[in-house]
């Protein structure tokens, strides 16, 4: 698939699309949005999600009978809500997980900058991810933090431009 976008499915399985790795320039903006989605996987969110969707609707509908159009859309809205805190979290620990593993922390907040260059925002109660500006400044404050070994830990040893040469022309 040609879109820029990777996500994690219940049961532990992270679905990366070759758009994605199209734009990446490096193993470690990859390695970022692995770090990312595995903190979903080991959060449960997908499962969460499911499971808050389900029980809001059924909360609402117990309180307020046929929820209509009206109701959907705020249940919808409530459950951005809940996907945009997920999204902090798996940014948050996949920086550690980075650190953990030895890898470039501030490599995702690099990628994530190149997502948000390629357009298509909209505004951020409507969307399922935190805005872009807040989103870099808190991965961005939290590689800060972090020792400078942490920091200024070596690029992955991997020949990415190689990879890049396999994957299918647009």
Not at 78 to 91: C, I, T, V
Not at 102 to 121: I, L, T
Not at 139 to 148: F, Q, S
Request: glycine share 8%.
């Amino acid at each position: 698939d040609k879109s820029v976008n990777a996500y994690a499915m219940p049961g532990g399985f992270i679905v990366v699309h070759t758009g994605l790795l199209d734009l990446a320039t490096s193993a470690d903006e990859v390695a970022g949005v692995l770090a990312h989605e595995v903190s979903h996987v080991e959060k449960r969110h997908s499962l969460t999600a499911m499971a808050q969707s389900a029980g809001l609707y059924a909360t609402m509908s117990l309180l307020f009978g046929d929820l209509g159009q009206l109701g959907s859309v705020g249940s919808e809205l409530l459950n951005r809500k809940f996907s945009r805190d997920h999204e902090r979290e798996a940014d948050s620990r996949g920086v550690s997980l980075l650190v953990k593993a030895g890898m470039q922390p501030s490599a995702m907040a690099s990628f994530f900058r190149k997502m948000a260059a390629q357009g298509g925002g909209v505004p951020a109660f409507l969307s399922t991810h935190p805005a872009s500006e807040v989103r870099f400044a808190a991965i961005d404050a939290a590689v800060k933090a972090l020792p400078e070994a942490a920091r200024s830990a070596r690029p992955l040893d991997v020949d990415y431009a190689a990879i890049k040469a396999v994957l299918p022309k647009k």
